[in-house]
């Protein structure tokens, strides 16, 4: 591991990081609180959960932060397949489970699979994530080339950020609300581009001010959160609650996670190491967990109907969610390795023609 940077201590511990961010986002999706009529202990839990979507913007700040190192690694081609070819398989699968649990029509299910739905209705109608990740998987190197020329990247950032907020307020009267849970994600994306930027020409260890001052920003962040969730107070945008506070959470938190994770790995012993492996474990498999979760969580939930405790149920979900992503990476892995096959006698075939 380089330890020279800190954004390189981050991408050491990436898939780390997801695992973190995916957990927490199943919390905020399924997780059945255990003790809400506990007045501290009540609160904490139902503000862990609350706050639970930021993973997301992890997510976001991770995939600014990777697209910075594959872009210059890859042709412009097999930059788009290597990013389209992990996450539109899963995404496929899960959207025909769903058109058939659902009951969608055919044309339905057309509009949600490519995100029509998510412009004109609702972004929440099919895996929201995956239309607003590959919106900047689409437009990433043509930001990223115009990026580059940039003198002082901090400042092109910092004015990229303005044009977002000044286009923020301009349709705030006028855009759909949900939408802006979508491009209220534009700001840590567009941030996690520079920190990647500015991570691959060796930025010096942190000194402990500037530890001081993330954890600071990230009480910040912890504070916005319960005005805006739990006091309804409006932060610039509209929808304040997922802009930021959650910006906030996510930049600093993905530091302090990070260092956290490192002094696990090199302190934690035998229960650090098992720590480390679960979260590797559920990074990996990060995707396919966000697809299937409300599917199979909320089957879960409905069929048990309250037979066991809450705890027993909380259990189950997570063992037949994790289960089930398990499934779908399978299955996907089958087709892909399908796809290759047929696709090579296809071109053995074309070969031997007269």
């Known amino acids: 591991m380089n330890n020279d940077t800190k954004s390189h201590t981050v991408l050491h511990y990436r898939t780390h990081l997801m695992g973190i961010a995916a957990l927490w986002i199943y919390l905020f999706h399924e997780w059945i609180p ?11 839990e139902d503000f862990i959960k609350q706050i639970g979507f930021f993973g997301v913007d992890i997510f976001f700040f991770l995939s600014g932060m990777g697209l910075t190192h594959a872009i210059e690694k890859y042709s412009l081609s097999v930059f788009y397949q290597r ?72 400042l092109f950032t910092g004015v990229m950020l ?37 991570g691959k ?36 945008v509209p929808v304040s609650n997922c802009c930021v506070p959650n910006f906030l959470m996510a930049f600093s938190g993905t530091f302090l996670f990070a260092e956290i994770l ?17 979260l590797r474990f559920f990074g990996t498999i990060s995707f396919e967990f966000y697809c299937v979760q ?13 037979m ?16 089930s992503a398990l499934l779908l990476r399978f299955a996907c892995f089958l087709l892909q390795k399908a796809g290759t096959y047929l696709f090579k006698k296809i071109a053995l075939a074309k070969k031997h023609e007269p």
């Open 34 to 44: 255990l003790a809400p009529n506990v007045p501290v202990l009540g609160f904490t």
């Open 83 to 154: 990013r389209f070819l992990r996450i539109l398989p899963p995404y496929i699968l899960t959207a025909i489970i769903l058109m058939l649990a659902n009951g969608w029509l055919f044309p339905q299910f057309l509009k949600h699979l490519f995100g029509v739905t998510f412009f004109t209705e609702n972004i929440y109608a099919l895996l929201w994530f995956v239309p607003a990740i590959s919106i900047f998987y689409l437009l990433f190197p043509l930001y990223h080339f115009i990026f580059k020329k940039a003198g002082n990247k901090i």
């Open 162 to 198: 303005m044009l977002w907020l000044t286009a923020s307020l301009l349709a705030a009267k006028h855009m759909r609300l949900d939408l802006f849970g979508f491009t209220n994600r534009i700001p840590i994306f567009l941030v996690g581009i520079l920190i990647g930027s500015l």
């Open 201 to 236: 020409k060796g930025v010096p260890a942190f000194p402990k001010w500037i530890w001081v001052l993330l954890f600071g920003i990230f009480i910040a962040g912890l504070a916005t959160a319960y005005q805006t969730n739990y006091k309804g107070l409006y932060l610039l």
């Open 262 to 278: 490192k002094l696990c790995d090199t302190y934690g012993r035998k229960l650090g190491k098992i720590f480390l492996a679960v």
């Open 294 to 306: 409300e599917l199979v969580a909320e089957k879960i939930k409905h069929t048990l109907n309250g």
């Open 308 to 323: 066991f405790w809450d705890s027993i149920t909380n259990a189950i979900m997570l063992v037949g969610v994790t289960v």
